[in-house]
């Protein structure tokens, strides 16, 4: 069965300190997505970041950075010198890859609700 | 502007009566997807659909139902089958054609609470 893990329910963080959100997934499939959103007091889920399971390049978009690790299973996402807007609720997510009728069925972490503090 | 739009926002349910909530999408995206969001917790899928005229029951279908005559439009109705309705609900659309992006993207949702 396939399952996301995000093991930290709350951080909570002063302006400009760095922060990791862990995310540890488990899933039988050998070709599969996953996701980072966030999702901010207004509710709306943003999309941050696909990463396909063939490519375990780490990424970096200004301040946010991912590292995927398929020996671990995990996907850790990094914010450097955080700000006060990057206060939300974050989900990282598993989606199965499939051709010809895909579903493209993601499955949730329960989130980490980080809090940067000014 | 392309986007998922969800009405309305906010939405009150009576005792025993069945609402609507009304997901549009212009992407063009082939499959349109419902979630459910309870408080602390991450989304579970309730239905989904790949093409019109066409729709699977997620995780926790029961108690909701949905329609799927334009690829535009996924409403779901929350009926009175379904005894703990109070939650944010989520539309998501996504591409399913080769090629296309296989990311789902999300409306602004709607919180139902019970009256």
């Known amino acids: 069965a396939q399952k996301v893990t995000q093991a930290q329910t709350e951080i909570s963080v002063v302006e400009k300190e760095d922060v990791t959100l862990d995310c540890v997934y488990e899933?039988?499939?050998?070709?599969?997505?996953l996701f980072w959103y966030k999702q901010p007091p207004s509710g709306e889920l943003v999309f941050l970041i696909r990463r396909n399971s063939f490519d375990e390049q780490n990424e970096i978009s200004g301040r946010y950075s991912w590292n995927f690790q398929k020996s671990t299973s995990s996907f850790n996402f990094t914010i450097t010198a955080s700000q006060v807007v990057d206060s939300a609720v974050y989900f990282c997510?598993?989606?199965?890859?499939?051709?010809?009728?895909?579903?493209?069925?993601?499955?949730f972490g329960t989130g980490t609700l980080l809090a940067v503090q000014p | 502007d392309g986007g998922i739009t969800q009405s309305p926002k906010y939405l009150f349910r009576k005792e025993g009566q069945n609402v609507t909530l009304s997901c549009e999408q212009n992407?063009?995206?082939?499959?349109m997807y419902w979630y459910r969001q309870d408080p602390g917790q991450g989304l579970r899928l309730i239905y989904y659909?790949?093409?019109?005229?066409?729709?699977q029951k997620g995780d926790i279908a029961e108690g909701y139902s949905v329609s799927r005559e334009k690829k535009e439009s996924f409403p779901l109705t929350v009926t009175s089958a379904q005894k703990n309705p109070t939650a944010f609900y989520l539309c998501a659309s996504t591409s399913t054609t080769s090629g296309g992006s296989p990311t789902q993207y999300f409306g602004p949702g709607t919180r139902l609470l019970v009256l």
């Open positions: 659909s790949q093409i019109v005229n066409d729709f």
């Open positions: 899933t039988r499939d050998t070709t599969y997505y």
């Open positions: 992407l063009n995206h082939d499959a």
């Open positions: 997510a598993l989606s199965e890859i499939r051709y010809g009728g895909a579903t493209n069925k993601l499955i």
